[in-house]
């Protein structure tokens, strides 16, 4: 009698998962492969079953979790969000020097991981562009986003790593638009990302008064 062979951990899980562990790890490994179709393929061009054979999962399996391409994307718009607020943390939590701001961010603007997240986030916005659900769900990312960098620069001013006479509304503001902003030309200047992100302290600096 053959025994049941033992699978790596690093093997991709199939069939059914028996616990809340396992489904939670069978769903990232689906939008894992989501996000690798749609960064290389984009969202129409992405096919269930191309979605499913990235992940290494039946279709059936696909729609137990993710009946749709837009629950998909839905997910992935909540995965940026922590991603971001994730960023947020180590971003704040620095001494603002430009070598500390460079280990914050290097992993986005000096990895092809981060690159490839900056193309999903523009091909998510695109797709908002088109879907008023999607543009909900961004807008509603952005408010969250925007209150949560608020606070941590109130969190700075607080503590005396900056002025107390900048406005944290119209700096994170200024912040998240330059943010955006070097997102997009990154998408097509991947290997621009040592200088975006030196354009990006320079504005950080100027808008903080760092060099005050």
Known sequence: MMSKPVQSANQPLRGRPVNEQARQERMAQV??????CFVERGFHASSTAQISAAAGVSVANLYQYYPTKEALITA???LDLKRHANMIVRFWATDLSPRAIKEALGDIFLTKEGHEVAVLRAEIA???ARNSEVADLLRRSEVQLFAFLNGNIRA???DGRIS?????GLVGERLALVFEGVMRLYVFSPDDG????ARYYAQ?????????
């Open 164 to 168: 107390r006479n900048i406005d944290p």
């Open 156 to 158: 700075a001013q607080q």
């Open 204 to 212: 950080l600096a100027d808008a903080l008064h760092l060099n005050a």
């Open 194 to 197: 040592e200088r975006l992100l």
């Open 76 to 78: 992935l718009i909540d």
């Open 31 to 36: 939008l894992d492969g989501a996000r690798r």
């Open 126 to 128: 695109s797709e908002g």
